[in-house]
């Protein structure tokens, strides 16, 4: 079946005219077909509502029959309420009468190790879109259809709003839903993936972003099968003009039991998703409360560069010092505002303390209430600032004036936030304006954490690599990586001590020793790497390194390798691996020793990428690593140009590649081939 159609069927889910319930018990009234038909009637479903029960029962509102069969025409969509055991065949009979979709709660497939049930169910469904199993249904509230078994759907609720939320965990999907409404935004559709044996998350997305109700589509994911649907759904958000927010477990091992354990899917390795969804627009958040801050970021349509310059602009000083501090740890930088901006904003005046960054209006600032209006647009015609935060308290005095600051605040072209603290009780509800008015500093830094992610991952992803790849050490790498273009220390080699010696008799030192061999790519853990060997030293530490080298390693290939020490300001880690689900990325972060510590800062980049992408993943090394932008960027881009070139390497490791003045020079590189070669 092809997407197209697949997109089209979806409306029996959504949008369906029928809908036969399976399962409805004749003496439970809590049972799941129960509460599901209950739901419908109650909840202003106009289309036809079909009772399949067993025993006698009777529904107002409800045609009630004994098997599928009797209901005379094909509904729109089968709900079934039954055990998993009985799902196959009950599929197959749903076909086979033509009905549009169905909808699987049962667990007991895939996530509890019964696969072969769960395959009987995807044959019987054939090409019947089918959303589950183990799944809590959906709610679709422009069609007044509401298909699941929770308690949440008793709750008064908000009003339909602009968001839809597709859920590989039904009842986390319900969380994020009660979340928002808490902060006021409503949601329109909701959909439980389940097990995803039929019907995908992003091909759900998919239908949902097209649909006039949704402007962010709110995704929870347990795992990755479909990277390349993922990107098209970023895409089409793109094109749509619409966001779209992802919350994704499996950073942590005990992340990834849970998921494994909950819906049958294998979370993805979390750098790739994070690079995956920096590079096609997609919000990606840790948590369940920063899915509210990156909704309501998606409906102000703020984005900030890497290292965003803020200018804060406040009536504390204290404050302004707790801002700057908050707002550097995240990564974002408060600089000296320049010369130009702060004549403007003397011109201006009202500042009573100081105008660097933070700019302080001082104990007397409500003196200046009416120029804080002037200041703002100083701030947001500034050339050097990204972003603007402005800092009020109380404010029961001024509420119009306060008021109208907000409204300002949220109409700057440059993005900015109020944070109103300790603002007179029910205001900021009353304002309604949570995108960009905020309580607190610490709210603040929930809302800028979405917009400044890079979370380190919680530890080093398990290599995916298989037995019939190939290592090919230093020695070998080196001069492919150097064709390329990527600089290489000067290096000799020698099959033993002597001639190593003799080799560098002429180089002052000091030296690095190395041994250098194919089966052994990661030396140092086997006490083959000696760094600072002086002249001196030399003869002894490679005789010494040789029998260590003959100890560890059966390659006959293996050599002693000798290096000078190279003076360096910066180490960088640079790598690039084809990973089944994601594919070819590149990997940027910091090298030497921390290039193997979770809380070091790293970036992946998905292959393709354009020119811009490549630029900023270059800035982003030169604002966080302290690497020129320019040697980052000559550097990424011989990766790539290796990587399409040579269509049979598997893994490209260079770490440490060392800053000597403005140039980037690797000391140290692997490359895996996965075909054994060369």
Not at 218 to 229: K, M, N, P, T
Request: aromatic fraction near 4%; include cysteine; charged fraction near 20%.
């Amino acid at each position: 079946m092809t997407a197209i159609t697949k997109e089209f069927s979806l409306e029996a889910i959504f949008r369906p005219k029928s809908i036969a319930v399976v399962g409805v018990s004749a003496t439970d009234a809590a049972s799941w077909g129960r509460m599901t038909v209950r739901r419908l009637l109650e909840g202003g479903y106009g289309g036809e509502v079909v009772a399949v029960a067993r025993g006698e029962l009777t529904l107002p509102g409800a045609r009630v029959v004994r098997l599928l069969a009797e209901i005379g025409h094909a509904p729109d969509l089968v709900v079934l309420a039954t055990p998993a055991a009985t799902v196959p065949d009950l599929l197959r009979e749903a076909r086979e009468i033509g009905a549009g979709a169905a909808i699987v709660y049962a667990a007991g497939f895939a996530e509890g190790g019964n696969r072969d049930l769960e395959e009987e169910l995807r044959t019987a469904a054939g090409s019947m879109p089918v959303l589950g199993p183990n799944c809590l249904g959906i709610v679709s509230r422009p069609a007044s259809v509401q298909l699941s078994t929770t308690r949440f759907l008793d709750r008064e609720r908000a009003d339909p709003g602009p968001v839809a939320i597709v859920t590989q965990s039904g009842a986390m999907g319900f969380v994020l839903a009660d979340l928002l409404e808490q902060a006021g935004v409503g949601y329109s559709y909701y959909a439980s993936a389940g097990n995803e044996t039929c019907l995908s998350a992003t091909e759900l997305g998919a239908y949902l972003l097209d649909q006039p109700e949704t402007g962010v589509l709110v995704l929870y994911l347990e795992g990755v099968r479909d990277a390349a649907g993922l990107r098209e759904l970023g895409r089409r958000a793109r094109r749509a003009g619409k966001a779209i927010v992802a919350l994704s477990v499996g950073r942590s091992a005990a992340g990834r039991r849970a998921a494994l354990s909950h819906t049958a899917a294998v979370a993805g390795d979390h750098l790739l998703l994070a690079s995956l969804c920096r590079q096609e627009g997609i919000h990606l958040v840790t948590d369940d409360e920063q899915v509210v801050d990156a909704v309501l970021c998606a409906r102000k349509r703020v984005t900030l560069p890497p290292a965003p310059r803020l200018a804060v602009l406040t009536m504390s000083g204290g404050a302004g010092g707790v801002l700057a501090d908050v707002l550097t740890s995240l990564g974002a930088r408060v600089p000296p505002l320049g010369e130009q901006t702060r004549a403007r904003l003397a011109e201006i005046g009202g500042i009573g303390a100081t105008d660097a960054n933070p700019v302080d209006l001082g104990g007397n600032f409500d003196r200046a209430l009416d120029r804080i209006t002037g200041l703002l647009g100083v701030l947001d015609a500034a050339p050097d600032v990204d972003g603007i935060v402005l800092y009020l308290t109380f404010g029961d005095r001024f509420l119009d004036t306060y008021r109208t600051l907000a409204g300002i605040t949220a109409g700057l072209s440059t993005p900015a936030w109020f944070v109103w603290a300790c603002a007179p009780p029910g205001e900021l509800a009353r304002l309604a304006s949570p995108e960009t008015v905020l309580p607190s500093i610490g709210a603040l830094r929930r809302r800028l954490r979405v917009l400044l992610p890079d979370p380190p991952s919680a530890e080093p992803t398990p290599s995916r690599g298989d037995s019939r790849q190939r290592v090919v050490s230093e020695l070998h790498a080196a001069p492919v990586l150097a064709e390329a273009g990527i600089a290489h220390v000067p290096t000799v080699s020698a099959p033993n001590a002597a001639e190593l010696a003799e080799a560098v008799r002429d180089w002052p030192g000091p030296f690095v020793l190395k041994g250098d061999a194919d089966d052994v790519p990661h030396r140092a853990r086997h006490g083959l790497v000696r760094i600072g060997v002086t002249a001196g030293e030399l003869p002894t530490a490679a005789a010494t390194l040789a029998e260590r080298l003959a100890e560890v390693s059966a390659d006959p290939r293996r050599m002693l390798v000798a290096q000078p020490l190279l003076a360096h300001t910066r180490e960088v880690a640079l790598g690039a691996v084809r990973d089944p689900v994601y594919g070819t990325a590149l990997l940027l972060g910091e090298g030497g020793d921390r290039a193997e510590d979770p809380a070091a800062p790293r970036r992946a980049l998905l292959l393709p990428a354009d020119d811009d992408q490549l630029a900023e993943l270059a800035t982003w090394a030169e604002s966080v690593l302290g690497v020129p932008a320019p040697a980052a960027r000559s550097a990424l881009a011989a990766v790539v140009h290796l990587l399409t070139a040579e269509p049979d390497i598997a893994e490209i490791d260079v770490n440490p590649l060392c800053l000597t003045g403005d140039e980037l020079v690797a000391v140290d590189a692997l490359i895996t081939y996965s075909k054994g070669q060369p």
